[in-house]
């Protein structure tokens, strides 16, 4: 009986964990898991992430990203010089190299969700149209995770809770 209950327990929990993983395909780019953090309800913010694979013999460019949920969305890069972090939008896109693979994480490359129209809810899916030089576009969902805690101890630094920390003037 035992036995019984951690097989429904187990399944579960793998039913819950591929319900959450999804991913999509254009031409040869492979996105993994595109997700966003919830934000809290004045936010004019959100951070978009993914991981981008190219598995063709081309290189190619992730050239702009839209959603009906935000004004504009920008790719973005962030760096540490000197010990403080910068953020500045990538004018000519992402190159994504022929068997490479580039994640969108914070702390890193990533995509800005501008001028929020609603707040991202935990649970929620975001829709997101993603377009590349060569793959043309494709639209996606941003899967909606928990928002994190408040301080501003993580590598990226909270676009969600204090967009004013970081140069954006709204």
């Not at 050239?63 to 009906?68: L, N, T």
């Not at 000197?82 to 890193?108: C, F, H, Q, S, Y």
């Not at 909270?158 to 003037?169: L, T, V």
Request: net charge negative; aromatic share 4%.
């Amino acid at each position: 009986m035992k036995f019984a209950a951690y097989l429904v327990a187990a399944s579960a929990l793998f039913m819950s964990h591929a319900a959450l993983a999804h991913d999509y395909h254009a031409g040869d780019i492979h996105i993994v898991h595109p997700w966003s953090r919830a934000t809290p309800p004045a936010a004019q913010v959100g951070g978009g992430f993914l991981k981008l694979e190219n598995k063709g013999e081309a290189a190619d460019r992730l050239v702009s990203a839209s959603s009906p949920v935000a004004g504009r969305v920008e790719i973005h890069s962030m760096e540490v010089t000197d010990g403080v972090m910068r953020m500045r939008p990538l004018a000519d896109g992402l190159e994504i190299k022929p068997g490479a693979t580039v994640e969108l994480a914070p702390g890193g490359y990533h995509l800005m969700l501008m001028e929020l129209k609603q707040p991202l809810k935990e649970g929620e899916r975001v829709p997101l149209t993603l377009t590349f030089e060569k793959a043309g576009s494709i639209d996606v969902e941003l899967a909606v995770e928990a928002a994190r805690p408040s301080s501003n101890h993580g590598a990226h630094g909270g676009h969600e809770a204090q967009p004013q920390d970081h140069g954006h003037k709204h």
